[in-house]
């Protein structure tokens, strides 16, 4: 038996039988009918039971049902970079994460559409509890990550998601997304945590460098941008709660009503921009920084400058910067009637007598602009 049992995604000689026990699921209806919204239950159906293979139900069912929330909650999207990605070569996407289940539909049906193959990808164990959940995201090639656990447990966990993570890319020429931190991204802050880059080197060979480890994965750092984050509300409590120095205790469905506000609400325009290969520089690292914390740092600091960079400033973002810093610095970057529908969205979701909740909501948008100030890129 494989020692990823528990967490890796189906077979493909798996693929037919797991469908077959979700057929009749009210989710899977729903979920269908909303794809095929001029078709009949026995269409799908139909074609799901002739389905045998991950990549057969990824291309005939989630990417439409992606094309289709992209009618119908956003803008449309936009790409740049996927032409510095090679055929044939797998890739560990390292992403900032800002929605439960966009963030890597989006980048799969991108890839999909470029002719690349699609990634196995990280979700929290804590996303999948309902069996039915599971079920989807090990269809869709998805590998569990366990949360929660002791620390005795967590160090066992992490390193077989870390062998996990090195099969796929360095064995089966896979390409494998991961978010930079563990959770989403909810204060617009876009930074790598530097325990998710120990977890994947964890596989690395008996006195192998962590940077010659990561040379040989092909890093690659991915930005997504959203002009709208419709679960912008949704993040307050826990935003405020941090901020006023509180515990924050999640409601028992509030994962699964964050995803499904992720996944129909409206988003306005999109944009997902793949960076630079690493590897050279992750070299020139090693050269010049020595220690395993600081060489950590650098590779942290590396990821974020390129998420950063690559991070598209939709109006949105300004009108927030301006709104926070009391400024017109941006106001060429925006139109009168879009910073009229910011305002009027941020005060009715946002109570303005509540100073804190003011500024962590402008903030949440605000921040990507901060950081290309902090980093001196060109703002465009």
């Excluded at 964050?258 to 090693?286: E, M, P, V, Y």
């Excluded at 017109?328 to 910073?339: G, H, I, T, V």
Aim: net charge neutral.
């Amino acid at each position: 038996m494989s020692p990823f049992e528990d967490i890796r995604p189906y077979y493909d000689t798996e693929v037919n039988q797991a469908i077959r026990e979700i057929i009749d699921h009210p989710m899977l209806k729903a979920m269908m009918n909303y794809t095929f919204p001029d078709k009949n239950d026995e269409y799908w159906k139909d074609l799901l039971l002739h389905c045998h293979s991950i990549r057969d139900f990824q291309i005939n069912f989630i990417y439409p049902g992606v094309k289709r929330v992209l009618e119908s909650s956003s803008n449309g999207l936009s790409t740049s970079g996927f032409e510095k990605l090679s055929k044939n070569t797998s890739y560990l996407f390292i992403s900032n994460h800002r929605d439960i289940i966009l963030d890597t539909s989006l980048l799969n049906t991108c890839l999909y559409e470029h002719g690349l193959s699609m990634t196995t990808s990280a979700i929290g164990d804590n996303l999948v509890k309902k069996q039915f959940l599971r079920t989807l995201a090990r269809l869709t090639r998805s590998f569990i990550i366990k949360r929660g656990l002791p620390s005795r447990e967590l160090l066992d966990s992490s390193k077989l998601i870390s062998e996990y993570i090195g099969k796929s890319l360095l064995r089966e020429n896979r390409s494998v997304w991961i978010a930079q931190r563990e959770g989403r991204t909810k204060d617009g802050n876009d930074m790598t945590h530097k325990g998710v880059l120990k977890m994947i080197a964890m596989a690395s060979d008996q006195g192998e460098s962590l940077l010659d480890y990561f040379k040989k994965l092909n890093v690659v750092p991915v930005s997504i941008s959203y002009e709208y984050d419709p679960t912008d509300i949704l993040k307050m409590p826990e935003l405020l709660a941090k901020a006023r120095s509180e515990s924050y205790v999640k409601g028992e469905n509030e994962d699964f009503h964050t995803l499904l506000s992720g996944i129909l609400g409206q988003k306005n325009r999109i944009h997902i921009h793949i960076g630079d290969l690493l590897t050279g520089q992750i070299a020139q690292i090693s050269k010049k920084i020595s220690g395993p914390a600081k060489q950590l740092k650098a590779l942290a600091d590396l990821i974020d400058d390129q998420i950063v960079s690559g991070y598209k400033l939709w109006p949105t973002k300004y009108i927030a910067y301006d709104l926070l810093y009391q400024t017109d610095e941006f106001k060429d970057k925006y139109s009168s009637a879009e910073k009229a529908y910011f305002e009027a969205r941020f005060h009715k979701g946002v109570d303005q007598n509540d100073s804190v909740a003011v500024e962590n909501f402008l903030a949440m948008y605000a921040n990507p602009v901060v950081n290309q100030k902090k980093q001196r890129f060109s703002i465009v």
